[in-house]
């Protein structure tokens, strides 16, 4: 099986899709297979060289999960951030007042 490339411009995100799609195909190869789907995709689309080709198909998964999970790690974090802030607000009670505060006597 040789590396299938769909047409278009890529991006760097379309580029990791490429590369994620051809690597069950890559780890399963032989070498002579291996070396044509390296060419074609270092040649034709990706515009990368070979050996970081070879190194993101052998590790692509990896790559792609690690991506994800620290993606979705920054976003947990983020959301523990707000709830300690809030429950700094909450704890520290009313914001100071700066000055007095006077009040009118009613007239009667």
């Known amino acids: 099986m ?3 490339v ?3 411009v ?3 995100k379309d580029r990791y899709v490429i590369i994620k799609h051809n690597a069950k195909a890559y780890q399963k190869a032989s070498k002579k297979v291996k070396t044509e789907m390296l060419d074609k995709l270092s040649a034709e689309k990706t515009d990368a060289k070979t050996k970081e080709l070879l190194l993101k198909l052998r590790a692509s998964l990896d790559i792609i999960e690690l991506a994800e999970q620290i993606e979705y790690l920054s976003e947990e974090l983020s959301t ?3 709830k300690k802030l809030r429950k700094r607000k909450r704890k520290a009670g009313p914001p100071p007042l700066s000055g007095f505060l006077f009040f009118k006597a009613p007239l009667e």
């Open 80 to 82: 523990a951030y707000e």
């Open 10 to 12: 890529y991006t760097m």
């Open 2 to 4: 040789v590396a299938t």
């Open 6 to 8: 769909p047409k278009g």
